[in-house]
């Protein structure tokens, strides 16, 4: 038989629980999908993978981080271990093991989804898969066959890897975090770099995401940024290993990783790069500059002692825009993701060009019921991160109660 329900909530990660958390709340009678496990994103993560931002960061609904390293950086196991004794705690109604492959709205007021456990129906459906889930790989095409091409999902770790180089192209947080671990096992490694953020680790004794969480940085709206495609922009270099450190190029060159321009593809047994190194190591330094003004704004309205801010070491460039290819064994992609709701199919006027949903605090504007949650840039720039998922999570959990009630 059919089952019914207020709502079904699409995902068990920290969006999809963190909504199940504040639908539990409001009485709504809903279940929770998840395809995998409880935190099958996580877990589908490299051996090394630990938090970028601190323990004390994860704010999930009414059972925040409770563990006694508040200042550390949890690694892959224990951000798992983590989710599954908030599912408990929380009491979530979660089905794993249940993959949605359709979502339909009906002629009437809900949804028929179709699962790879039968059909269910839904007054609201709440999609938390996540943003990112369609690779990204430029210039892939131009590539020989013989050489292995995988995506930072695909990546274990450097045992796995063939023998040989290995190219990595996308200098965001998890293309750094895993040339620095291919070079430190010993590979040669070259970066292909493109544009992204970066900031110390720790400025007067305070992490960074303590400064973003009160400068406002966390808190930039989607309606503010100066155009849609920003929100590509990665999150501020840094890493949570050894205790959370400084990571970035500059960082990755004095360790000896080969840092090259954006990746441009393969031409007679050479890689080709753009000679534009200069330039993104020079906007991620024109960012550190914004986010220190931040800072300065921050201490002065609040009357804090003055922040002595560094400033960043020069820069030198020693791309050369070419790589003889002939020691590669792989290419891995770390260039981000695009967005792909692939449950819901072709919906016009649900989604613009980048492949974003359209919606209002996360009720879509095309079709009545169906809301997001745990989307990049969502609403803020916190939205899918632990510590700010929390909030679009119960604003979201408002709209399909009210709903349920109309």
């Not at 877990?43 to 994860?58: G, K, M």
Request: with cysteine; aromatic share 10%.
């Amino acid at each position: 038989m059919t089952e019914r329900f207020d709502a079904v909530v699409v995902g068990g990660g920290q969006a999809g629980l963190s909504t199940s958390c504040e639908l539990t709340r409001r009485g709504v009678d809903h279940v929770v999908l998840e395809r995998g496990a409880i935190g099958q994103t996580w877990r589908d993560l490299w051996e090394s993978f630990c938090l970028v931002t601190p323990n004390w960061s994860v704010q999930l609904p009414e059972h925040p981080y409770d563990g006694d390293d508040p200042d550390g950086f949890m690694p892959r196991d224990e951000i798992v271990r983590y989710l599954e004794r908030y599912a408990d705690a929380t009491h979530t109604p979660v089905r794993s093991g249940v993959e949605v492959t359709a979502v339909t709205a009906t002629d009437g007021d809900g949804f028929v989804l179709t699962t790879s456990d039968g059909e269910v129906r839904a007054r609201s459906v709440v999609v938390a898969t996540g943003t990112y889930a369609r690779s990204h790989r430029p210039h892939a095409d131009t590539l020989p066959p013989e050489l292995r091409q995988i995506d930072v999902r695909d990546y274990v770790s450097p045992t796995t890897l063939p023998d040989g180089a290995v190219l990595v192209v996308g200098s965001g947080q998890s293309g750094c975090q895993i040339a620095e671990e291919l070079h430190l096992s010993g590979r040669e490694v070259v970066l292909a770099c493109g544009r992204a953020p970066w900031f110390p680790r720790r400025l007067e004794g305070r992490d960074l995401v303590w400064w973003a969480a009160g400068n406002g940085f966390l808190d930039v709206a989607v309606d503010t940024l100066p155009t849609p495609r920003e929100r590509f922009t990665a999150n501020p270099l840094a890493t949570g290993h050894d205790g959370g450190r400084d990571l970035n190029l500059r960082t990755l060159a004095a360790t000896g990783v080969r840092l090259e321009g954006h990746f441009e593809g393969w031409e007679g047994g050479r890689f080709r790069f753009a000679r534009d190194l200069a330039d993104s190591v020079a906007w991620g330094d024109g960012r550190y500059a914004s986010f220190a003004d931040l800072i300065r704004t921050m201490v002065d309205r609040q009357g804090m002692d003055p922040v002595q801010i560094p400033e960043p070491e020069p820069f030198v460039d020693r791309s050369t825009g070419s790589v003889d290819a002939t020691s590669f064994g792989t290419v891995l992609f770390a260039g981000g993701f695009r967005p792909d709701f692939a449950c819901l199919g072709p919906r016009p006027g649900c989604f613009d060009d980048l492949g974003f949903p359209i919606h209002v605090d996360g009720q879509s504007a095309a079709i009545p019921g169906l809301f997001f949650v745990g989307v990049h840039f969502l609403r803020k720039r916190k939205s899918s991160i632990f510590y700010g998922v929390g909030e679009d999570a119960a604003i979201v959990a408002a709209g399909v109660a009210a709903r349920a009630r109309s």
